[in-house]
């Protein structure tokens, strides 16, 4: 597995925020913050692809939301927020090196990628203040298989409010999820961050260390949690998710992609 990066800007205290009150962010304990998150993904086997950081980009370290990868395809996606939009450019960039196939969300549509959720052969794709109806009808003629629009109004995006195990059941915590039902095998977590997992293999999850009863739980199940401090973050409606971009299925490599950090 390779994981796109991008290290977080100085004014990262600036960053949007939707549904949270701004708190205060130490962007020194913020920084350290990363590098661990980064080298507990190389400690696990992932390769690091490092984009470059972009001082005007206050929410270019939530590098997820750039990109949707599908086996050989990255679909490019269209930020709903101004400031966000050049954050696209050097993401795309670094995927077409590594060989993928590129699509194009285009005006009018909106996506960002913390709003999308693959389960199996289904997609599901949050219809919220930052991806709307265009830009999931554009992602559901790139991708194979079903795609779900799924409303979130209390959320930033789906991901915020559900992720996947890797035996396909789905977790949120309930408060946050406007309707459970629409995800088949929910399973309900105890913490709002217990909700965000990233997938290392089939066995351990890397999830927030602020969410102790979920990683408890998940040790129930027969997981493994890898816990990272990521408390700077969370506090601009950040989650271990939306730090990076998994690819689990690189293609061939043209000779002129960016060479991992290892």
Request: proline residues 8%; contains cysteine.
């Amino acid at each position: 597995m390779r994981a796109l990066v991008r290290p977080p800007s100085s004014r990262l205290a600036e960053g949007l925020l939707t549904h949270q009150e701004r708190q205060s962010v130490d962007i020194d304990l913020a920084r350290r913050q990363w590098a661990g998150y980064v080298e507990t993904l190389m400690d696990h086997g992932v390769d690091i692809v490092e984009l470059p950081m972009l001082e005007d980009c206050p929410d270019g370290v939530f590098v997820e939301d750039t990109l949707v990868v599908r086996g050989d395809l990255a679909v490019i996606t269209r930020p709903a927020h101004p400031s966000r939009q050049p954050e696209v450019a050097s993401a795309r960039e670094a995927v077409a090196s590594m060989g993928y196939r590129l699509s194009d969300v285009t005006d009018p549509g909106f996506l960002e990628g913390g709003d999308v959720l693959s389960v199996g052969e289904t997609t599901y794709v949050g219809h919220t203040l930052r991806t709307n109806p265009e830009g999931i009808a554009q992602l559901a003629r790139s991708l194979q298989g079903e795609t779900v629009a799924v409303p979130l109004s209390k959320v930033l995006h789906l991901k915020s409010a559900v992720t996947a195990l890797p035996d396909g059941r789905i977790i949120g915590y309930p408060d946050l999820v406007d309707d459970p039902s629409a995800f088949p095998q929910f399973r309900a977590v105890p913490e709002p961050s217990g909700a965000h997992v990233v997938l290392l293999d089939d066995e351990h999850l890397l999830m927030a260390a602020s969410a102790p009863r979920s990683a408890a739980l998940f040790a129930d199940w027969g997981y493994r949690p890898v816990t990272v401090d990521i408390s700077e973050f969370e506090k601009l409606e950040g989650c271990v998710t939306c730090l990076s971009v998994r690819l689990r299925t690189p293609p061939s490599s043209t000779g002129s992609a960016p060479a991992p950090r290892r």
